[in-house]
């Protein structure tokens, strides 16, 4: 079967291509992707290339697929799995397999399988680990956007305290205490902040900082202060670009006490150390966002580390079992991913959106792979749809749904997309 995949031979060297999978082994399956949502360690991933970690070190020769959000429809299943795993289910990928040690992972490492294609054969290894999960959402895009949520859980898993008196530790973010997410006002800072919210274990006290008061104003919108405090957690907005002593500013907030909990979202060295100094006695940061420069460091407070136990961890992506947690809170509706999503394209715009991906503004960009369209801001579709009925629709939809990326929208879009932009046969 021939696939059409987006494919990176160097730093910086992505091309669109059309070639053939190889025969489905006996421990393979065949899927179609519907749907990819490109995660800015799809552009760290570019823009190092072969010196990514995860990326192999041949790929000039042996180029492979990127995107690792996906989601999509399973075609044909080998002998092995076929108890597990049926023609026609929808599955969704957690990328981290830790398979025999490796750092590989489909999205970063492989030939034939990553979200940014239009079939993929799924190795048996991503099986093996149970990383090949069945989705039973009402949407595609939702499936996709469970890899991030799970990277979420996985860090609010992996925050810890001590237990007093005792050289245990007590794993996840302290209930009732007070949290902070540094740069959190972008898509994945959405995505924690409704987390918090309907997690088992919630802090008493949620900040969020940000410096983009447009960015803010849709966080307040979709995870309001109000639904906040109807889970017993006190949501503090906060825009540092509009205050003085930010430090300052932030304490205060915790009436001088520090924070239990600080997730920094950006690979800053200010954020950084202002994340340790806003640590409270015994208190966790989680270096969330992941740097591309391997020299990058920070102070620490090392008076606090020793004095105070304070202390540093940092994730990266998460295992099955967070990734399963994602799914089931989406499936069962408690948390809505839509919320993120600010732009839609086809497979045709992939490229420049990875290469180009800081500079555009906006939460999630969506990839439908089947089909070509210009990466489209949700918010032209008004103005588009003056001219173009297509978007007419789809703007009238979004309406209907609270002006989000909906079921209902992207079964419009693989129904209806305009002749020519349809997948090709």
Known sequence: MKTRALRLYGKQDLRLEEFELPPLRDDEILARVITDSVCMSTYKTVLQGSEHRRVPKDIANNPIIVGHEC?????????????????????????????????????????????????????????????????????????????????????????????????????????????IILNGSGPMGFLAVDYAIHAERKPELLVVTGTNEAKLSRARRYNSVKKAAEHGITLVYANTGQVGDVKK?????????????VFVYAPLKESAELGSALLGKDGCLNFFAGPTDKNFTAELNYYDIHYRN?????????????????????????????????????????????????????????????IDLELTPLSAFAELGKSQPFFGELQAILERNDDLWCAEAEAYLLRHAPAGLRERK
């Open 310 to 370: 304070t202390h540093v961890v940092g994730t990266s992506g998460g295992y099955p079992e967070d990734m399963k947690e994602a799914l089931a809170l989406i499936e069962e509706g408690l948390i809505n991913p839509a919320t993120i999503v600010t732009h839609i394209g086809g497979l045709n715009s992939a490229k420049d959106t990875i290469l180009n991906l800081p500079a555009i503004d906006g939460g999630k960009k969506l990839i439908y792979s089947g």
């Open 71 to 179: 989601c999509g429809e399973i075609l044909a299943v080998g002998k092995k799995w076929q108890a597990k795993y049926k023609v026609g289910g929808r599955f969704a990928i957690q990328p981290t397999l830790n398979y025999q040690g490796s750092p590989f992972g489909p999205g970063y490492s492989y030939r034939f399988v990553g979200g940014n294609a239009t079939y993929v054969v799924i190795p048996n290894e991503v099986m093996e680990m149970d990383c090949l999960l069945n989705f039973k959402g009402d949407a595609y895009f939702k499936g996709s956007l469970a890899e991030p949520l799970s990277s979420i859980v996985a860090a609010c898993k992996a925050s810890y305290h001590t237990v007093e008196g005792s050289y245990r530790h007590e794993m996840g973010i302290k209930p009732k205490g007070n949290m």
């Open 249 to 261: 500013h932030l304490l205060e907030l915790t009436a001088g006490q520090g924070y239990d909990d």
